[in-house]
């Protein structure tokens, strides 16, 4: 029986998730119809465009994502002590960038002076929309319902456009995280519409890349902050270059024509996460059909569920993920 989605998200347990949408119609998201000939390819901007806005907007951090002809694949953090930090006026100042909000919190955010039920108001209808701002659900419907209501208007048609609710997988550890962030900016190379990750348009991967060449990283993407540390920033706990050069040698591995050419032994991030080559050629080329609601180590998934009182193990990863 599927699980509701309030028990598939915890945060208690983990605050990584992968998430999949797909369209439900032969019409594509994006990308060429080959019955009709039409072009669709300008819908990845509408769907890139969107999601870096919501990260600006969410107290949810996007760390990669990949935009297919028909689906979408994102992860998320969610950043909860983010969220907390804010206050009323710039909670309501990021919800009104999405929503009118109310009367009371337009009147708020003017500054004007109001009466005490009135702030009342005011401060519950913020502590609502703070909790929406870490909430996924919320996060993939601003996201969908956009693109959604653009694709139906410009197909002249009504009706559903998505494949009922996403998908999400909960990622217990550093591996699971590095695995599915693999995975996902290798889709386009593996579907082989791009021939390597940086001319793979409308990805992460190749906006970390044009940023990586100026020395810099993309303001809407979660930075890599480099390895665990005391009082480290914010951020993933990998260095730029290793996980580019992971994404690199992952995907050359992939390919028939260079398959087996270099050792991924032999990348350090790798060695430090605990994964054998075999098992990490595995997992970030079968990321999708090998993973079930939850992924990472078998501890991680033990004390998952444990934590959420299962009866028994959902259906999670076929490979482990540690050597």
């Not at 290798?186 to 519409?193: C, G, T, V």
């Not at 290793?242 to 050792?263: M, P, Q």
Request: charge should be positive; glycine fraction near 4%.
């Amino acid at each position: 029986m599927p699980r509701a989605r309030s028990q598939q998200i915890s945060l208690e347990d983990t605050p990584y998730y992968h998430c999949v949408s797909c369209c439900v119609r032969r019409a594509f998201l994006c990308g060429e119809d080959p019955v009709s000939g039409e072009s669709f390819e300008h819908r990845r901007g509408w769907v890139e465009n969107r999601l870096l806005f919501l990260a600006s907007v969410f107290a949810i951090d996007v760390y990669t994502y990949a935009v297919m002809s028909n689906h979408l694949h994102v992860v998320l953090h969610i950043n909860v002590e983010k969220a907390a930090k804010w206050s009323t006026l710039e909670v309501l100042k990021r919800w009104h960038k999405l929503h009118k909000g109310t009367l009371f919190t337009q009147q708020y955010v003017r500054g004007e002076e109001q009466p005490e039920f009135a702030l009342a108001l005011v401060e519950k209808s913020a502590e609502a929309f703070r909790c929406r701002f870490i909430d996924i659900s919320w996060f993939m419907k601003e996201l969908n319902e956009l693109i959604a209501r653009q694709a139906n208007f410009e197909d002249k048609c009504t009706g559903r456009f998505w494949e009922g609710r996403f998908k999400s997988q909960a990622l217990l550890d550093e591996a699971a995280l590095a695995a599915c962030m693999a995975y996902v900016d290798l889709n386009p190379l593996r579907a082989k519409i791009n021939p390597t990750p940086e001319t793979s348009e409308f990805t992460s991967v190749k906006k970390r890349v044009v940023a990586a060449r100026h020395q810099k990283q993309p303001k809407l993407l979660y930075p890599f902050v480099g390895n665990p540390r005391k009082d480290m920033p914010d951020g993933l706990p990998f260095k730029l270059t290793d996980y580019l050069e992971l994404v690199d040698i992952t995907g050359r591995l992939i390919r028939e024509d260079k398959r087996g050419a270099i050792d991924a032994l032999m990348l350090p991030i790798l060695q430090r996460l605990n994964i054998s080559s075999e098992n990490w050629l595995c997992i970030a080329t079968e990321f999708g059909s090998r993973t079930g609601a939850v992924v990472g180590a078998e501890q991680s998934i033990m004390d998952y569920c444990h934590a959420n009182n299962l009866q028994r193990k959902p259906r999670s990863s076929n490979v482990r993920l540690h050597a």
